[in-house]
């Protein structure tokens, strides 16, 4: 059983890896974590392969402490990745991906299932509501506010597994597959440790340096930690005071998957003793960014943030191929540009 790990880079939270391993449970196959990194990707740089090796670092330790198998492997070279995949789906039962609508996922993972000799799913862990709730485009946060409030509430309290490496079940591998010898690029546990000299041999952009933010999962819950201890108070004031530094600052670990949205909101909720009897009657609220939740101001605005803005993103880009151009604005943005950009509303 093989968990093909593509955004969601975490080893916990996570609904992908959930599926992968309710396989295990029923087929009683091992699980092989298997985390790629290509180095031909668009806007590839040593910043953004940094960013995703310090994950792989977090992940390889989790994998470790559970007793489960993990293959870090980073591409040396443009295609040296080239025939891994189906090597590996040759002595497996099923490959489990992630289902994620942004980049170039979605069409490698089209391809590839094509190609594997094995049943490929690709699982949706990316927010609170899964992206296919719903079978329209939201024009306006308003509009979309209204939908979660009225069809939310049953999906807040199915959340992925907090610690799924640890279910003493699930058969463990013992060593990882042969194959990898004949695809350079697997990496130690000393390369992900400190990846600063073999970095530099990788045909990325190198001039797009590392900067003072650490990826992965540990370093992401830091960062969470902070946010509600120091900053959450005085959020729902502060936010757009750029001065303040109080934003949560997790956007990179969210963007990366080292981070779970169901995460942060089971924090948030236990701080805030919050449960689903606080929430308002969505016919009340009418799509108001307040009230709805039941929490405090801060933590509401916030939750307006994480989850409406940035699932109204989701909401559009699996729905609309054309995410990323011209042709996907709407029609009267694009009758008077100049006004959407520079107008009363901008």
């Given at each position: 059983?093989?968990?093909?790990?593509?955004?969601?880079?975490?080893?916990?939270?996570?609904?992908?890896?959930?599926?992968?391993?309710?396989?295990?449970?029923?087929l009683?196959?091992?699980?092989?974590?298997?985390?790629?990194?290509?180095?031909?990707y668009?806007?590839?740089?040593?910043?953004?392969?940094a960013?995703?090796?310090?994950?792989?670092r977090?992940?390889?330790?989790?994998?470790?402490r559970?007793?489960?198998?993990?293959a870090?492997?980073?591409?040396?070279?443009?295609?040296?990745?080239?025939?891994?995949?189906?090597?590996?789906?040759?002595?497996?039962?099923?490959?489990?991906?992630?289902?994620?609508?942004?980049?170039?996922?979605?069409?490698?993972?089209r391809?590839?299932?094509?190609?594997?000799?094995?049943?490929l799913?690709?699982?949706?862990?990316?927010?609170?509501?899964?992206?296919?709730?719903?079978?329209?485009?939201?024009?306006?946060?308003?509009?979309?506010?209204?939908?979660?409030?009225?069809?939310?509430?049953?999906?807040?309290?199915?959340?992925?597994?907090?610690?799924p490496?640890?279910?003493?079940a699930?058969?463990?591998?013992?060593q990882?597959?042969?194959?990898?010898e004949?695809?350079?690029?697997?990496?130690?546990?000393?390369?992900?440790?400190?990846?600063?000299?073999?970095?530099?041999t990788?045909?990325?952009?190198?001039?797009?340096?590392?900067?003072?933010?650490?990826?992965?999962?540990?370093?992401?819950?830091?960062?969470?930690?902070?946010?509600?201890?120091?900053?959450?108070?005085?959020?729902?004031?502060?936010?757009?005071?750029?001065?303040?530094?109080?934003?949560?600052?997790?956007?990179?670990?969210?963007?990366f998957g080292?981070?779970?949205?169901?995460?942060?909101?089971?924090?948030?909720?236990?701080?805030?003793?919050?449960?689903?009897?606080?929430?308002?009657?969505?016919?009340?609220?009418?799509?108001s960014?307040?009230?709805?939740?039941?929490?405090?101001?801060?933590?509401?605005s916030?939750?307006?943030?994480?989850?409406?803005?940035?699932?109204?993103?989701?909401?559009?880009?699996?729905?609309?191929?054309?995410?990323?151009?011209?042709?996907s604005?709407?029609?009267?943005?694009?009758?008077?540009?100049?006004?959407?950009?520079?107008?009363?509303?901008a």
């Amino acid at each position: 059983m093989v968990y093909w790990m593509t955004a969601n880079r975490r080893l916990h939270f996570n609904f992908a890896l959930d599926r992968a391993l309710e396989h295990c449970r029923a087929l009683q196959p091992p699980l092989l974590i298997l985390e790629p990194l290509r180095c031909d990707y668009r806007w590839a740089s040593r910043r953004l392969h940094a960013f995703v090796i310090q994950g792989m670092r977090d992940n390889a330790a989790e994998a470790r402490r559970n007793g489960h198998a993990y293959a870090g492997w980073v591409e040396r070279s443009p295609g040296g990745g080239s025939g891994l995949l189906q090597q590996i789906a040759a002595r497996a039962c099923t490959f489990v991906t992630d289902d994620y609508p942004c980049f170039f996922l979605p069409r490698m993972i089209r391809a590839v299932g094509r190609q594997l000799p094995v049943l490929l799913e690709a699982v949706d862990s990316n927010g609170l509501l899964p992206m296919r709730a719903a079978d329209q485009i939201f024009p306006t946060a308003y509009a979309f506010r209204r939908f979660l409030q009225k069809q939310l509430t049953p999906h807040l309290t199915d959340c992925p597994t907090p610690q799924p490496l640890a279910d003493p079940a699930i058969p463990r591998l013992s060593q990882l597959p042969d194959l990898f010898e004949r695809w350079p690029g697997l990496c130690s546990d000393g390369e992900l440790a400190d990846p600063t000299g073999w970095l530099d041999t990788i045909p990325i952009d190198q001039s797009v340096r590392e900067t003072i933010y650490t990826g992965g999962a540990v370093a992401a819950r830091q960062c969470l930690s902070l946010f509600l201890t120091r900053k959450l108070a005085r959020y729902g004031e502060e936010r757009n005071e750029p001065d303040a530094d109080v934003a949560s600052g997790l956007s990179p670990w969210l963007h990366f998957g080292h981070i779970s949205v169901h995460e942060v909101f089971q924090q948030l909720a236990e701080q805030e003793k919050w449960n689903t009897g606080l929430l308002a009657d969505p016919k009340q609220t009418r799509g108001s960014r307040n009230g709805w939740w039941g929490m405090s101001e801060s933590a509401e605005s916030f939750l307006d943030e994480l989850v409406t803005w940035r699932e109204l993103g989701f909401n559009m880009c699996w729905q609309d191929r054309r995410y990323d151009r011209w042709e996907s604005i709407p029609d009267w943005a694009r009758k008077n540009p100049a006004r959407t950009l520079h107008g009363p509303q901008a």
